[in-house]
């Protein structure tokens, strides 16, 4: 079984492939944004879409070693060669055992930079905490929500805040957060974030 992996999502073009999970049931339990997920509505909820993503969920709990080494496959044998890959338009990271799958890629992958935005944070924070290494080429991204949700992050890692229609909602959001400008591939700034550096997108 070969992974599906995205090349047509419209914010990142075809220049930024994407693997997605079904979101929900690969998020943390306790998930906040459930109710406005955007991964929930639109072109997320065609029929072959969800399919692909429940496809891919399955690939990796069947065979998690050959569906990092699908991924590897895709960006190391073809014609095109990707400068830059995102974890989970849809979805979230499962378990440690997936989260080690990443690292793992992305120290095979030297040219290849990676993203993953985030809500499991402790599975970040006890990879780190027990002297786990981020590799350079992969960017680990906290997701905030709303002010009422607490993110656990001791190491400082970026994190990405929503400005929420309704402002009452709102963290307190860093001054020098920058705005995304809502196109991956003319940007690719959360590719590149430091430590304690943020994002702010507006609500979808």
């Keep these: 079984m070969k992974v599906k992996i995205s090349v047509t999502n419209s914010k990142l073009s075809g220049a930024i492939p994407s693997i997605n999970l079904p979101a929900v049931k690969t998020c ?13 509505r639109g072109n997320f909820t065609f029929p072959k879409v969800k399919e692909s993503h429940v496809y ?12 990092f080494k699908d ?37 095979a992958c030297k040219h290849t930079k990676f993203l993953a935005f985030t809500k499991k944070f ?22 905030a929500w709303d002010k009422k949700f607490k993110i656990d992050n001791p190491h400082k890692l970026p994190v990405t805040y929503v400005n929420f229609k309704n402002s009452e909602l709102n963290p307190v959001i860093p001054k020098n957060a920058s705005p995304c400008g809502g196109k991956c591939y003319n940007c690719q700034k959360c590719w590149h974030l430091k430590s304690g550096q943020s994002v702010v997108f507006t609500q979808h």
């Design 28 to 40: 943390r339990a306790n998930a906040p944004c459930k109710h406005l997920c955007y991964a929930t």
């Design 56 to 67: 891919n969920l399955a690939c990796f709990i069947n065979d998690s070693k050959q569906y």
């Design 122 to 143: 402790e599975i970040v924070n006890d990879y780190l905490n027990n002297g786990g290494k981020i590799p350079k080429n992969l960017s680990v991204v906290f997701s």
């Design 71 to 107: 991924i590897y496959d895709f960006l190391t044998t073809g014609l095109t060669t990707y400068k830059y890959f995102r974890f989970h338009s849809s979805g979230d990271i499962p378990n440690k055992e997936y989260f080690l799958g990443m690292i793992n890629l992305a120290n």
